[in-house]
């Protein structure tokens, strides 16, 4: 099986972070290929003659990592309600079976945990107490819970993958534009449950035909014809989104929990062929599933949750073919709360400062001009594309208006950047400026950089070399030859 030059480096670390601690969590943008890595991982544990499983929260992520092992040729047992048990070493499991099955299951000694910022639910929590002494490695794009609390009791190291922007830059990734209204509904009502907004208030704030007919038109005057994914706040909002598209002419449908197999599949099936143009849902699109034809993500639920917003977004950042970029109709202000997709971000097992319930909106590392609604890094005192003097404004509660929606523009800020990082020419000068810009991870995007500039891919032993010029690891410390579970 043929790895990315960065999905080898991330593999290795997490082979070396295995030696340290028995449970490791794997962090990686939405769409970087974790489950390519899984399945090496797997490849690896069972050449050793040893038992991997690999654990999943939703049918059709089951199904798609089986066909995938298929694919590599590698055997294995599926348990899931409906299924028999077979006594193959490999193994791939819906979590929701095995809790009930833990008697009958071989102990694994390589548990690999998908979507593992889920880990902390009593399922996930049986299942590792279940198996003391099988080596753990969790994988996800978000490390922490959907109330931001991190993953610290459940893992003992985290290893952190390559940035989105390093990724949109090698061309693994999508590219995306954002088109944002200057004001969003009022949440001044809304309270939180467990780290999000109250479902039904929600509901109740956004769920105003006025707000639907706006977001209609937008994506008919920006988007028409591309296939569109509709973040909805309730079950109730999603059918009557779905149904003033249907009104507007526009081929829609919807996707829930509560439908057949057969029924979501053959929903998501016409929308990857272009017969089905917008497909509404609450939470079933928001992690998981693997749909590179999304052309368009349209947020109606404003969400608290770091998680919601990268997950969704990332739906849609997956590269296809006459895909030029995502386009993101941010309809409620997300991108106000958590910032761009491509942000650089901190992640730790600790996961983020619990705020106080009068700050439901986080401070994040952008400002947007108030007279044309360009969005850029903070600093200047004029707007880059307009000249217009900004001003920071109190906080205030917003109130719902009709507005445009207007393109989030960072070509100015990007131009700059560019500038600054084409006078850095060796891959030292690269990884002094990522550091100087305080990436999360300045030597892998310096060796991103400089392999892109000489028309190739960045080769395993760059990374390393990058990292041994920022201090980080030790020189010839690779952690590849020792023995481990993968």
């Given at each position: 099986?043929?790895?990315?030059?960065?999905?080898?480096?991330?593999?290795?670390?997490?082979?070396?972070?295995?030696?340290?601690?028995?449970?490791?969590?794997?962090?990686?943008?939405?769409?970087?290929?974790?489950?390519?890595?899984?399945?090496f991982?797997?490849?690896?544990?069972?050449?050793?003659?040893?038992?991997?499983?690999?654990?999943?929260?939703?049918?059709?992520?089951l199904?798609?990592?089986?066909?995938?092992?298929?694919?590599?040729?590698?055997?294995?047992?599926?348990?899931?309600?409906?299924?028999?048990?077979?006594?193959?070493?490999?193994?791939?499991?819906?979590?929701?079976?095995?809790?009930?099955?833990?008697?009958?299951?071989?102990?694994?000694?390589?548990?690999?945990?998908?979507?593992?910022?889920?880990?902390?639910?009593?399922?996930?929590?049986?299942?590792?107490?279940?198996?003391?002494?099988?080596?753990?490695?969790?994988?996800?794009?978000?490390?922490?819970r959907?109330?931001?609390?991190?993953?610290?009791?459940?893992?003992?190291?985290?290893?952190?993958?390559?940035?989105?922007?390093?990724l949109?830059?090698?061309g693994?990734?999508?590219?995306?534009?954002?088109?944002?209204?200057?004001s969003?509904?009022?949440?001044?009502?809304?309270?939180?449950?467990?780290?999000?907004?109250?479902?039904?208030?929600?509901?109740?704030?956004?769920?105003?035909?006025?707000?639907?007919?706006?977001?209609?038109?937008?994506?008919?005057?920006?988007?028409?014809?591309?296939?569109?994914?509709?973040?909805?706040?309730?079950?109730?909002?999603?059918?009557h989104?779905?149904?003033?598209?249907?009104?507007?002419?526009?081929?829609?449908?919807?996707?829930?929990?509560?439908?057949?197999?057969?029924?979501?599949?053959?929903?998501?099936?016409?929308f990857?062929?272009?017969?089905?143009?917008?497909?509404?849902?609450?939470?079933?699109?928001?992690?998981?599933?693997?749909?590179?034809?999304?052309?368009?993500?349209?947020?109606?639920?404003?969400?608290?949750?770091?998680?919601?917003?990268?997950?969704?977004n990332?739906?849609?950042?997956?590269?296809?073919?006459?895909?030029?970029?995502?386009?993101?109709?941010?309809?409620?202000?997300?991108?106000?709360?958590?910032?761009?997709?491509?942000?650089?971000?901190?992640?730790?097992?600790?996961?983020?400062?619990?705020?106080?319930?009068?700050?439901?909106?986080?401070d994040?590392?952008?400002?947007?001009?108030?007279?044309?609604?360009?969005?850029?890094?903070p600093?200047?005192?004029?707007c880059?594309?307009?000249?217009?003097?900004?001003?920071?404004?109190?906080?205030?509660?917003?109130?719902?208006?009709?507005?445009?929606?207007?393109?989030?523009?960072?070509?100015?800020?990007?131009?700059?950047?560019?500038?600054?990082?084409?006078?850095?020419?060796?891959?030292?000068?690269?990884?002094?400026?990522?550091?100087?810009?305080?990436?999360?991870?300045?030597?892998?995007?310096?060796?991103?950089?400089?392999?892109?500039?000489?028309?190739?891919?960045?080769?395993?032993?760059?990374?390393?070399?990058?990292?041994?010029?920022?201090?980080?690891?030790?020189?010839?410390?690779?952690?590849?030859?020792?023995?481990?579970?993968?």
């Amino acid at each position: 099986m043929k790895l990315r030059p960065y999905q080898e480096d991330h593999i290795a670390r997490v082979r070396k972070a295995l030696r340290k601690s028995r449970r490791v969590l794997a962090q990686a943008p939405c769409g970087a290929g974790k489950t390519a890595q899984a399945i090496f991982m797997m490849s690896g544990a069972s050449e050793r003659g040893l038992r991997p499983m690999f654990i999943v929260h939703q049918r059709e992520l089951l199904r798609q990592t089986s066909r995938a092992l298929w694919e590599q040729h590698l055997e294995h047992g599926m348990i899931v309600a409906g299924r028999r048990m077979t006594r193959t070493s490999t193994q791939v499991a819906s979590v929701q079976t095995l809790v009930r099955r833990l008697d009958r299951v071989a102990p694994p000694d390589l548990i690999i945990i998908d979507e593992a910022h889920r880990a902390a639910s009593k399922t996930y929590r049986q299942v590792i107490d279940a198996f003391p002494n099988a080596h753990v490695v969790g994988l996800t794009a978000t490390p922490q819970r959907t109330d931001g609390q991190g993953l610290g009791d459940l893992f003992g190291e985290i290893v952190e993958g390559p940035s989105i922007r390093s990724l949109i830059d090698a061309g693994y990734l999508s590219d995306y534009e954002i088109f944002a209204p200057p004001s969003t509904v009022d949440l001044s009502s809304v309270h939180m449950r467990a780290g999000d907004y109250d479902r039904a208030e929600l509901t109740a704030a956004v769920d105003r035909p006025t707000i639907t007919g706006d977001a209609v038109g937008h994506y008919l005057r920006h988007a028409r014809g591309k296939r569109c994914v509709v973040m909805c706040a309730s079950l109730d909002h999603m059918a009557h989104v779905e149904d003033a598209y249907r009104q507007a002419g526009v081929r829609a449908e919807s996707l829930d929990g509560g439908m057949t197999e057969a029924e979501r599949e053959g929903r998501l099936e016409r929308f990857e062929r272009g017969e089905t143009e917008v497909l509404c849902n609450v939470q079933l699109l928001i992690e998981g599933v693997d749909v590179p034809s999304i052309e368009v993500v349209q947020w109606l639920r404003p969400t608290a949750s770091l998680i919601i917003w990268m997950q969704g977004n990332g739906r849609g950042l997956r590269p296809a073919q006459g895909k030029d970029r995502l386009l993101i109709l941010d309809h409620v202000g997300n991108w106000k709360r958590h910032g761009l997709p491509d942000e650089d971000r901190e992640w730790s097992l600790e996961g983020r400062k619990k705020r106080k319930r009068k700050d439901t909106e986080p401070d994040v590392n952008i400002q947007q001009c108030p007279s044309c609604w360009h969005v850029f890094r903070p600093g200047p005192e004029q707007c880059p594309r307009c000249g217009e003097t900004v001003k920071k404004k109190p906080r205030r509660e917003l109130e719902e208006v009709d507005g445009e929606l207007e393109k989030v523009d960072l070509a100015q800020e990007r131009k700059q950047r560019a500038r600054e990082q084409g006078k850095a020419r060796s891959l030292r000068e690269l990884v002094a400026l990522g550091h100087r810009r305080g990436m999360n991870r300045p030597a892998e995007w310096a060796a991103h950089v400089l392999a892109t500039r000489e028309g190739r891919k960045p080769k395993g032993a760059e990374f390393g070399e990058a990292r041994r010029m920022l201090g980080q690891i030790k020189s010839g410390d690779s952690g590849v030859t020792e023995e481990g579970v993968f």
